[in-house]
């Protein structure tokens, strides 16, 4: 049994969730057009990010930094540290050694990517899926921490849609979310 899935789509949606720079709104665009031929999604998925795109288009770059800013690094309920979604205190910190050992095990150049963020920081997790060659990992890594938990940060989102990260989020959990049904 394989999880499904496009890994330079995985790379992309990472890259979306980085800190926006100059080529945020390049970087939108062709992830939806790497998205829409991949024909396998709902629409609902390419228009999520259609709507994230048309709201890049319309703000200027700082005001997309500090909304961004805002939402990930300020609030807990956003965060993009998956694990502060599931986990607390000890449990956490033993999710966090374990994800980082894991990336140390299959060659992720954890310290490269991360630039500091946690091992269970969405944007690493999503790079490193990407890069994973051991299928049976990745499918178990997706059910039991990754998809459960984007599935907790999206209906926080669901709270405040006026937020233009959340049809980000939305995307990103349901393509993970299909992704994960497809390999069962």
Known sequence: MTVV???SLY???????????????????DC?????????????VVAQLKTFLEDLENLPLDDIQGIYSYTFELSSDYTL????HLYDGFKRSNQLASL?????????PFDA????????????LLKFLGTLKD???????????????????????????????CHLINSIYRVLDKDVKEAK
């Open 113 to 124: 990517v991360a630039k500091g963020e946690l091992p269970d920081n969405l944007h690493i």
């Open 135 to 165: 299928e049976e990992l990745k499918k178990d890594l997706m059910e039991s921490f990754v998809t459960i938990a984007v599935e907790k940060l999206n209906k926080n989102f669901e709270k405040n849609k006026r937020n233009i990260y």
């Open 100 to 108: 980082k050992a894991m990336y140390r095990e299959h060659g992720f």
């Open 32 to 44: 939806i057009k790497s998205l829409a031929a991949l024909n396998k999604y709902p629409p609902e």
């Open 81 to 84: 540290e998956l694990g502060s």
């Open 5 to 7: 899935m496009d890994k």
């Open 11 to 29: 790379t992309q949606l990472a890259e979306l969730l980085e800190y926006p720079k100059e080529d945020i709104v390049k970087k939108a665009g």
